[in-house]
DNA sequence: CTGAAAGCGCTAACAG
DNA sequence: CTGTTAGCGCTTTCAG
């Protein structure tokens, strides 16, 4: 049987010193001497000493843990927004305790409380909606947190997403420069700010243009409910122009209009989606998009984040930041069109 | 300020019993007279008390939390088997701490370290080869691994996959019984025993039939050295089928062959590939090949993991489950082919 | 069944 | 700079 942990004292015994010189030489900001140090990096090396993690946050209060909240895994938008957070994290030497929240509502009240038991020092919660109790309850145990990719009203929740309003508006006036006055839009779940935002943005630039909605069908980010759409779109006086609210959909329903409908994109119709995943740029796809500048989006999350847990300052944060419209091969250029 | 914590000491007061009695009643196999549990059950709801999952961890010697490595999340095939096994675990009462292994050897030695450090009750490795430094590492900690969709001839640790052999014979089969007698095979990274083994079936069955391999090119499990091995191998004399390691690499092989080199599949050339990916089954791939058994591969590794964990009967086991190929439109399909 | 007491491994004052 | 002394919040003997 071998022995399960090598403990701080016992380092201590071996470089003849205090338990304390050995906590102090493996603590960051702490003092001892050259001598001390060497002796106790000697000795632990001698013997495959590590900190215990979570003796160390006990005392100290800061378990170094972020727990992650994400939901929907398939869509190629989040493994990567994870990676990018992970590592960033992981960079600040922060790690990541992953929960996967149930579509179900009201699970995501268990998911919290199972995250606060673990002691993290922050939440970040991806694709989920808060309630304010939630939030509450982060604020009592205090644990900041900061949502990912989706946004609320509450003034004090802090939230990084894309400037879905303003990518709406953009696929708007791209769709009209190129002269498309039948447009449709399949949306996501009304639940997500993300979706209200990118319609109320898409809706407003259109009705700027003075033209309406032509068609509307939900697709609640369901790759089925997507294609079922489509199908109802397209039965009778489909549009010329459809942009899907984001790019999951948006393979549904290219190959909806290509492989079950027959029709030809963008010589019959145009499609735009939103967030640029990798699929969108495969050649398969070569979806027209609006790109969610993820990488900027994580760093700002971590950055709030990490400001938040190590500076103590309450000061929340809600960003928006803007993303361009990536020109692929699924819809119509607009003569002369300029980014 | 808020309070940043609730202890059951606190609950203890005010529910008129001692500290232990507390524990007790939230400890599983603990003794409490109903009496005692209720008037606890309440002083702790009252107060919004929940236990420390880290004070217990360090008393217990028991986190339950296992750290997850996963390298490729690009690939669609792990962040489903990250779902599911997150789902199965969390479903057990383990929570998962998420490491990403830099495609760097020698790097999941720093990793595994920061793993043991958070004294993680075991660890999977998906996708990831382990030195039997390493693994030996894990052993004297007294932390159990397996590996998941990787395998190595460590007798002492544990691995779940398809069997990777057997998969590959499949494709050699079914190629052959269709006609064909060209063949080329695009290879993922050698290093990875799911790659050796799918070859090593692939070729065997091939020699079987007295075939030997028309042309082969590595891809290395990576989408642009994918399409660059296509290009190479479709150059001069191009094979009438190819068996591609992976989906996700045959994804970009199926791109190339089309909107590049303008070839039609399967009437030009046939396309099989591993894993079956959610996009090997969209219309635009459409995609023939052998479908991994994720959710048994899944339950496996936690079955053996946990039961390593607490049973502690160290006995290792290595389990390789058979998938079946899935026929879709990638490849000719043999007259009268039945699974 | 229940309370008192002893730590788990470590950090953080506190005197020297 | 360094050792000593308290605990962090909880589980677990050990006596009752």
């Given at each position: 049987?071998?022995?399960?942990?090598?403990?701080?004292?016992?380092?201590?015994?071996?470089?003849?010193?205090?338990?304390?010189?050995?906590?102090?030489?493996?603590?960051?900001?702490?003092?001892?001497?050259?001598?001390?140090?060497?002796?106790?990096?000697?000795?632990?090396?001698?013997?495959?000493?590590?900190?215990?993690?979570?003796?160390?946050?006990?005392?100290?209060?800061?378990?170094?843990?972020?727990?992650?909240?994400?939901?929907?895994?398939?869509?190629?938008f989040?493994?990567?927004a994870?990676?990018?957070?992970?590592?960033?994290?992981?960079?600040?030497?922060?790690?990541?305790?992953?929960?996967?929240?149930?579509?179900?509502?009201?699970?995501?009240?268990?998911?919290?409380?199972?995250?606060?038991?673990?002691?993290?020092?922050?939440?970040i919660a991806a694709s989920?909606a808060?309630?304010?109790?939630?939030?509450?309850?982060?604020?009592?145990?205090?644990?900041?947190?900061v949502l990912f990719n989706r946004s609320q009203d509450d003034p004090n929740m802090s939230a990084v997403t894309s400037d879905n309003y303003a990518g709406g508006r953009k696929v708007?006036?791209?769709?009209?420069?190129?002269?498309?006055?039948?447009?449709?839009?399949?949306?996501?779940?009304?639940?997500a700010s993300t979706q209200r935002d990118r319609e109320a943005g898409f809706?407003s630039a259109?009705?700027?243009?003075?033209?309406?909605?032509?068609?509307?069908?939900?697709?609640?980010?369901?790759?089925?409910?997507?294609?079922?759409?489509?199908?109802?779109?397209?039965?009778?006086?489909?549009?010329?122009?459809?942009?899907?609210a984001n790019?999951?959909?948006?393979?549904?329903?290219?190959?909806?209009?290509?492989?079950?409908?027959?029709?030809?994109?963008?010589?019959?119709?145009?499609?735009?989606?939103y967030d640029d995943?990798?699929?969108?740029?495969?050649?398969?796809?070569?979806?027209?998009?609006v790109r969610q500048p993820t990488n900027r989006m994580v760093a700002n999350t971590v950055e709030i984040l990490?400001?938040?847990?190590?500076?103590?300052?309450?000061e929340t944060r809600r960003i928006a930041i803007d993303g361009p419209l990536?020109?692929?091969?699924?819809?119509?250029?607009?003569?002369?069109?300029?980014?």
């Open positions: 049987m071998s022995k399960k942990h090598v403990t701080s004292a016992e380092v201590a015994e071996r470089a003849g010193v205090s338990q304390s010189a050995v906590s102090r030489t493996f603590t960051p900001g702490a003092s001892a001497s050259k001598k001390t140090i060497e002796k106790v990096r000697k000795a632990a090396a001698e013997l495959g000493y590590r900190p215990n993690v979570l003796a160390r946050a006990m005392v100290s209060g800061k378990s170094r843990i972020i727990g992650l909240v994400v939901a929907y895994l398939e869509n190629q989040y493994p990567e994870l990676e990018k957070l992970s590592n960033e994290l992981q960079k600040r030497g922060y790690h990541v305790l992953i929960f996967l929240a149930e579509k179900t509502a009201g699970h995501i009240d268990t998911v919290v409380e199972e995250i606060l038991d673990y002691q993290v020092d922050g939440i989920v808060m309630s304010s109790d939630l939030s509450e309850r982060c604020r009592a145990a205090g644990v900041p947190m708007a006036e791209f769709l009209l420069a190129a002269g498309h006055q039948k447009i449709g839009h399949i949306a996501g779940w009304h639940g809706i259109l009705a700027e243009a003075g033209v309406a909605l032509h068609s509307r069908a939900e697709g609640d980010f369901i790759l089925e409910k997507a294609a079922d759409a489509t199908r109802k779109m397209f039965a009778n006086d489909a549009p010329e122009a459809v942009f899907v790019d999951h959909m948006a393979l549904a329903v290219l190959d909806t209009l290509r492989f079950e409908l027959g029709l030809k994109v963008p010589e019959d119709v145009s499609v735009v989606g995943v990798p699929a969108a740029g495969w050649p398969a796809y070569n979806l027209t998009t990490l400001d938040q847990i190590e500076n103590h300052t309450g990536i020109l692929r091969g699924s819809a119509r250029i607009p003569k002369g069109w300029t980014t």
